[in-house]
């Protein structure tokens, strides 16, 4: 079973969950016209379908090998990637002025789901790439962008974030590779990085690192981190790539899932230093990364959206063609696909229903991002920073979570058939486990939500964010068709009202019990948004045509989530509005 | 990360939530006594520790491989099993009278949650013999129980069921092996059975198939299936493995996981048919099955609770170990182990509350089937059978479920480390995934709670559960220190109560609405009873000593339940008790 870019529904969630029309019309992507919006969505996948979904399976049986110190990439990789790159895939919400096309992050983050769900391992490494190119393009001296950036958002040279060590994960404070400054303005980097995805490659002629490291004068703790430029080979005169910079790959790990994402062992300088150049100010790294963490969370959350996508679109062909038993409806002769049964369509719709809220709030998150570029009104630039700086976390979690669930199911649907390898189906629960952990574990995502966006403007950005939750489900009460379906909805959404004044006042005296709290805050929120994105598409689908399958699936797929998914969402409140010794979490382990 | 037995805990669940000791002093177990149970658990987790840990790495690095037509084990797996078998591990619950031990099941349970804990792949090749043993005990002639009986109790010959085929797998009326009777009272068997778990393999000189086949004149249907006995090499005039059958392994599957457990595809009869033997009557071969599927679904349940034991401790292990970051209460230098974090703390506990639970279900189904062998009043023994056909979906569905929620939390408990192969946090989550699969799949399980055990006794059944689970909870209520958590403990009781009813009122007219509610449904019975199996852990651990660590581990892990899992799980209620087309699901997928 391969990968069927679901571009109609996509075009669908960017006109009706997001609104990218809107983007175009008030001037702030002229250039994204509806017309232009439809080609690249049509042209990403079919590039998507025909061209990277072949390479998902050799990338998970070859997977990425390390012969020497060169990483491999698996069979065909290299032609698909160039042919992606060529294509001007890699520059599409580039600003033009570093040569990209400057299309909407939003229009990208369609794009990107689509990469993601033919080839997550594939996908992933434009990741990187698009990330130097925020980093490098926010904070490179203008010599350092004109050597680099080009190349990096035109795809022919990749980029790389090197940032975790053995000691430092989650608290990047911790690390300990060292830089050293030299006369001629460059500096000399030491240390060894692991977890470094796409660190070495032979899809393009070079790569450039963007490293974290200390200085000898530094702070300690992450006040004294700065960030570095590291090519793999350094550059001539004429700006190609010549010698070879003191940097090599000393391992590959051997991972649960995307194995065509070599996952490289970094060493820096184990001869004579390995060549930098600094990026930003010294001691401001951590800034500079910053500067890059919400686009990558959303890259990643997005990685969730794609492979549930694919997962729910293979468990719907194989339910569609699998005959077991007979369901009580079935009238021929025969075995009744299993489509038929009431619990696999329960868990069809459970897949289908996680995966379309999740492509929602990153869609919206993705938005909310353009509108912080480019509002020309400072208040609305600045409402749309604190909407994205809170949907970060959340739509990263919530759609990584569900990735993983939704593949679980899509094993499930499939029986034994599911936990053979040749089927498929486990590839993708075994890709999706990671993005639940790079880039800002899910508990981290939950923890910035408590502690850092809920108490933006000491709490009226989520109090904002809340009563347009509560706006945008009121049209439903006054429709016949979905008036029921409010007071479920509504659930949620007085849920995390409710928790969220515990969380502001947790926070002021007893941060533990906010803390102890934070996942399923995070989870009630998503859910209580994921319904409204549900409800923006059914209400939209009514409005269309009620009675046209794709739309009477959208309508159908928010009675699922109201009734299904909705209330026991709304009964996490209890659990969070407890502080953490009456939660058991005081115990002794 | 090795496995340490957790003795203790199941000695405490034993007596406590099942009631092991009753089942010596009332004389049904008589030889089980105090001292008895303590040996066994003792020897049976240092040999789980220390004998087949060890074996999982390999198990699963290496696995099993087909060489020519015979399967070879991973290395150390023939010594570890001939010495397991040889302690007399493999007939400790089977009836003396067969050359067993006479045991409780419920012995039996725990014993079997440690060899699956230490090593799934390895603990599963057991199971399929256990089953033969019931089956051929049950329902096999004289003769057939002389001959193969007592070396299947013994572990020198391992036992497997041939079951499945590719077009019948949940609907095994499908099925088209084929038996053709024979002058001399034998069978010639025909036909390719696919998915059989330890099909082939080396760890004992002969094999003893269980088959299900279609005689010439079988009705259709689930009614017209035969079982037989299918030897690897017929017996000599001695008993001794002789000639070889018409019986080969024509391949392994390559799989998920449990990779030490060879899965192959059978084929009996490729030259002159393979020389089979009936067991029970002709055509009655599924009932004979049936008899041994309470105890094959709570062996199964009790890998899930193994599996997650597993990942527990190694979560557990590395959360303290592991150190990143400062958490709110650290007064040292450096940073603070992980475990200090509170949401780690509630990854612990979450996995920690569902382990328990978990293991509470099946130890009391175990009990449940012990008393529906051997209590003396009828009316006793009745009420053990229904108890037991009640809980058997319940205990397998949820233990499996959970095992793995549990097995993904403890991937993300470790982090980006969690990912690598070699740390041993993914083979959890990879093994773990087909238990909820095989024996059954848990929406299998769930059917069969919905549509046969929850009408069992028109209702009354199940109406006795409720009312046993809420006598249960009624000391709480007037203890202090349980009096606020009652509340939340009757959540999910009170929603059971409504849903039981709401499902009842289905099954009459309008079957698919229950059909449609009956994954929900299980998970809210497990979890209210779930909160049981916890109140009494606690209960017991107060009266002894609440202020010893472990006991109060137990007090605290209620509270986890109680506030964290109870009240979303009583929300289930209000998706269940919806029409299917109201939940979404006549939706054209």
């Given at each position: 079973?391969?990968?069927?870019a679901p571009?109609?529904?996509?075009a669908?969630?960017?006109?009706?969950?997001?609104?990218?029309?809107?983007?175009?019309?008030?001037?702030?992507?002229?250039?994204?016209?509806?017309?232009?919006?439809?080609?690249?969505?049509?042209?990403?996948?079919?590039?998507?379908?025909?061209?990277?979904?072949?390479?998902?399976?050799?990338?998970?049986?070859?997977?990425?090998?390390?012969?020497?110190?060169g990483?491999?990439?698996?069979p065909?990789?290299?032609?698909?990637?160039?042919?992606w790159?060529?294509?001007?895939?890699?520059g599409?919400?580039?600003?033009?002025?570093?040569?990209?096309?400057?299309?909407?992050?939003?229009?990208?983050a369609?794009?990107?789901?689509?990469?993601?769900?033919?080839?997550?391992?594939?996908?992933?490494?434009?990741?990187l790439?698009?990330?130097?190119?925020?980093?490098?393009?926010?904070?490179?001296?203008?010599?350092l962008?004109?050597?680099?950036?080009?190349?990096?958002?035109?795809?022919?040279?990749?980029?790389?974030?090197?940032?975790?060590?053995?000691?430092?994960?989650?608290?990047?404070?911790?690390?300990?590779?060292?830089?050293?400054?030299?006369?001629?303005?460059?500096?000399?980097?030491?240390?060894?990085?692991?977890?470094?995805?796409?660190?070495?490659?032979?899809l393009?002629?070079?790569?450039?690192?963007?490293?974290?490291?200390?200085?000898?004068?530094a702070?300690?703790?992450t006040?004294?981190?700065?960030?570095?430029?590291?090519?793999?080979?350094?550059?001539?005169?004429?700006?190609?790539?010549?010698?070879?910079n003191?940097?090599?790959?000393?391992?590959?790990?051997?991972?649960?899932?995307?194995?065509?994402s070599?996952?490289?062992?970094m060493?820096?300088?184990?001869?004579?230093g390995?060549?930098?150049?600094?990026?930003?100010?010294?001691?401001?790294?951590?800034?500079?990364m910053?500067?890059?963490?919400?686009?990558?969370?959303?890259?990643?959350?997005?990685?969730?959206?794609?492979?549930?996508?694919?997962?729910?679109?293979?468990?719907?062909?194989?339910?569609?063609?699998?005959?077991?038993?007979?369901?009580?409806g079935?009238?021929?002769?025969?075995?009744?696909?299993i489509?038929?049964?009431?619990?696999?369509?329960?868990?069809?719709?459970?897949?289908?229903?996680k995966?379309?809220?999740?492509r929602?709030?990153?869609?919206?998150?993705?938005?909310?991002?353009?509108?912080?570029?480019?509002?020309?009104?400072?208040?609305?630039?600045?409402?749309?920073?604190?909407?994205?700086?809170?949907?970060?976390?959340?739509?990263?979690?919530?759609?990584?979570?569900?990735?993983?669930?939704?593949?679980?199911?899509?094993?499930?649907?499939?029986?034994?058939?599911g936990?053979?390898?040749?089927?498929?189906?486990?590839?993708?629960?075994r890709?999706?486990?990671?993005a639940?952990i790079y880039?800002?574990?899910?508990?981290?995502?939950?923890?910035?939500?408590?502690?850092?966006?809920?108490?933006?403007?000491?709490?009226?950005?989520?109090?904002?964010?809340?009563a347009?939750?509560?706006?945008?489900?009121?049209?439903?009460?006054?429709?016949?068709?979905?008036?029921?379906l409010?007071?479920?909805?509504l659930q949620?959404?007085?849920?995390?009202?409710?928790?969220?004044?515990?969380?502001?006042?947790?926070?002021?005296?007893?941060?533990a019990?906010?803390?102890?709290?934070?996942?399923?805050?995070?989870?009630?929120?998503?859910?209580?948004?994921?319904?409204?994105?549900?409800a923006?598409?059914?209400?939209?689908?009514?409005a269309?045509?009620?009675?046209?399958?794709?739309?009477?699936?959208?309508i159908?797929?928010?009675?699922?989530?109201?009734?299904?998914?909705?209330?026991?969402?709304?009964a996490?409140?209890?659990?969070?509005?407890?502080?953490?010794?009456?939660?058991?979490?005081?115990?002794?382990?």
């Amino acid at each position: 079973m391969t990968y069927q870019a679901p571009v109609a529904d996509i075009a669908f969630a960017l006109r009706h969950v997001a609104d990218l029309d809107s983007l175009q019309q008030e001037g702030l992507y002229p250039e994204a016209t509806p017309d232009v919006a439809a080609a690249v969505l049509e042209e990403a996948g079919r590039f998507a379908s025909e061209r990277i979904a072949p390479l998902n399976r050799d990338g998970d049986r070859v997977g990425a090998r390390l012969e020497g110190h060169g990483v491999v990439t698996a069979p065909g990789w290299r032609e698909a990637y160039r042919d992606w790159s060529a294509a001007g895939w890699n520059g599409l919400a580039a600003p033009a002025s570093f040569g990209g096309q400057g299309l909407p992050l939003l229009l990208n983050a369609a794009c990107l789901e689509m990469w993601n769900a033919a080839s997550m391992a594939f996908g992933l490494g434009p990741l990187l790439t698009m990330g130097a190119v925020e980093a490098l393009g926010s904070h490179g001296s203008p010599a350092l962008r004109a050597a680099y950036l080009g190349k990096l958002v035109s795809g022919e040279w990749m980029g790389t974030m090197n940032l975790t060590e053995p000691q430092a994960g989650s608290d990047l404070g911790a690390l300990r590779s060292r830089a050293e400054r030299r006369d001629d303005g460059s500096y000399r980097i030491f240390g060894q990085k692991i977890f470094i995805t796409y660190g070495d490659h032979d899809l393009t002629p070079n790569i450039v690192h963007l490293v974290l490291a200390r200085l000898p004068n530094a702070p300690a703790g992450t006040r004294g981190i700065s960030l570095f430029l590291v090519p793999k080979y350094l550059l001539d005169a004429e700006g190609r790539p010549d010698r070879r910079n003191d940097v090599l790959c000393a391992g590959l790990e051997h991972k649960l899932g995307i194995h065509g994402s070599p996952t490289c062992t970094m060493v820096f300088g184990d001869k004579e230093g390995a060549v930098g150049y600094l990026v930003g100010e010294e001691h401001r790294g951590l800034a500079c990364m910053f500067t890059m963490m919400n686009n990558a969370r959303l890259a990643v959350g997005l990685q969730g959206v794609a492979i549930a996508e694919r997962a729910y679109q293979q468990a719907l062909a194989y339910a569609r063609e699998r005959r077991q038993g007979r369901s009580a409806g079935w009238r021929e002769g025969g075995m009744s696909p299993i489509i038929d049964h009431p619990d696999v369509r329960r868990m069809l719709m459970e897949m289908r229903a996680k995966t379309v809220a999740a492509r929602g709030l990153c869609y919206q998150l993705a938005e909310a991002l353009d509108r912080s570029r480019r509002s020309e009104d400072p208040a609305r630039r600045e409402d749309a920073q604190n909407l994205a700086a809170l949907l970060t976390p959340v739509a990263k979690a919530f759609a990584t979570d569900i990735g993983n669930e939704v593949a679980s199911l899509g094993i499930q649907v499939h029986g034994g058939t599911g936990f053979i390898e040749e089927t498929g189906a486990a590839q993708h629960f075994r890709d999706a486990r990671i993005a639940a952990i790079y880039e800002g574990t899910n508990g981290i995502q939950a923890i910035d939500l408590v502690t850092r966006k809920v108490p933006l403007g000491d709490g009226r950005v989520m109090a904002g964010f809340i009563a347009g939750l509560r706006n945008s489900l009121e049209p439903m009460a006054g429709t016949p068709r979905f008036a029921g379906l409010a007071p479920l909805l509504l659930q949620p959404v007085d849920a995390l009202e409710r928790a969220t004044a515990f969380v502001l006042a947790a926070l002021r005296d007893r941060p533990a019990d906010a803390l102890a709290g934070a996942a399923p805050y995070l989870r009630l929120c998503a859910v209580a948004a994921g319904g409204v994105v549900l409800a923006r598409e059914a209400m939209a689908a009514a409005a269309i045509d009620p009675h046209d399958p794709a739309h009477r699936r959208r309508i159908d797929t928010l009675h699922f989530h109201a009734t299904q998914i909705a209330p026991p969402a709304a009964a996490l409140a209890t659990g969070i509005m407890r502080d953490h010794a009456d939660a058991g979490l005081e115990t002794v382990f």
